[in-house]
């Protein structure tokens, strides 16, 4: 709602794909998966990680170019 009120028009989340429990509690918010940044960030062995990117719309521009 404070979002709402300040004018924001979407939230976004990045949680990192090996967290399963984080993402479905962004989602049980609300939250939609849009996408998967693969390899998005490196560890310092060397290890990449996938993030997944989440959504929440507040306002809806459906219809609108």
Do not use: C, W
Request: aromatic residues 10%; without cysteine; negative net charge.
């Amino acid at each position: 709602d404070v979002a709402r009120r300040i004018g924001l028009h979407q939230l976004r989340g990045y949680v990192p794909t090996d967290q399963p429990t984080i993402i479905k509690a962004f989602e049980n918010l609300g939250f939609k998966h849009e996408f998967t940044h693969q390899d998005y960030a490196m560890l310092q062995d060397g290890h990449t990680l996938d993030v997944a990117e989440l959504v929440l719309y507040l306002v809806d521009h459906s219809g609108e170019f």
